[in-house]
């Protein structure tokens, strides 16, 4: 079966570091996405990783591994506009994406 | 228009009637999509367009048609609503299907089927 798994919910700090972790199960493989939605609104596209590794962009990363079927989402320097959710969506064989059900990242003063 | 836009943005239904939502980008992607995102779901997918004249079943297709006689045009049809169509409707748009298909959302059509 296709499935992807994370977090319902987490906590951190402003100006601290987070990480969203997101499991993945899919009939093909052809590249992992991270979105952000704020509530009330549209996702919108974070980052794209097809290959194993890191890819760094500004405060957010984002690691693939493909041989664990395992991604994470990195948010450096937490800022309150980052309260959101995150959304983990790996393509299926057919390069649709299936999607998982969100992260909602509760940011603190 | 920039971007994707979606009408109406809210409409509350009775059950039975029927309903298009209407789905427009100016940005001649070649690829459409309409998702349903429910609490505690992830966004599923409903119907997809990969060029214009072409058309597709998702995951949950049952209970919705579309039609894409453009390239910027993907209305999302329900023939005869039910309570359990309740739901934001997204529309979404990528350059190509494919490898890499970034995809942009309009802003959600909001759904109350009663």
């Known amino acids: 079966g296709q499935n992807i798994d994370q977090p319902t919910e987490m906590t951190a700090t402003e100006g601290a570091i987070v990480q969203i972790n997101c499991t993945y199960q899919?009939?093909?493989?052809?590249?992992l996405f991270w979105y952000q939605q704020h509530a009330g609104e549209a996702p919108t596209f974070l980052s794209y990783n097809v290959l194993d590794g890191l890819e760094e962009k500004g405060r957010f990363s984002s690691f693939l591994s493909r041989s664990k079927g395992y991604s994470y989402l990195l948010l450096k320097e937490l800022q309150m506009k980052d309260s959101a959710s995150y959304l983990c969506a790996g393509t299926d064989s057919n390069y649709q994406l299936i999607w998982g059900a969100g992260t909602k990242l509760i940011i603190k003063p | 228009i920039a971007g994707i836009t979606q009408a109406p943005t809210s409409q509350i239904l009775a059950a039975g009637r029927r309903m298009t939502l209407r789905c427009t980008q100016d940005?001649?992607?070649?690829?459409m999509y309409w998702y349903r995102q429910d609490l505690g779901l992830g966004l599923r997918l409903i119907h997809y367009s990969n060029t214009a004249g072409t058309t597709g079943k998702g995951e949950v297709p049952d209970g919705y048609s579309v039609s894409r006689a453009n390239t910027d045009d993907f209305p999302l049809t329900l023939a005869s609503a039910v309570p359990s169509q309740t739901s934001v409707y997204f529309c979404?748009?990528?350059?190509?299907?494919?490898?890499?298909?970034?995809?942009?959302f309009g802003p959600g059509t909001r759904l109350t089927v009663l």
């Open positions: 899919t009939s093909g493989f052809n590249g």
């Open positions: 979404a748009s990528s350059e190509e299907s494919g490898t890499y298909n970034e995809q942009f």
């Open positions: 940005m001649r992607h070649n690829a």
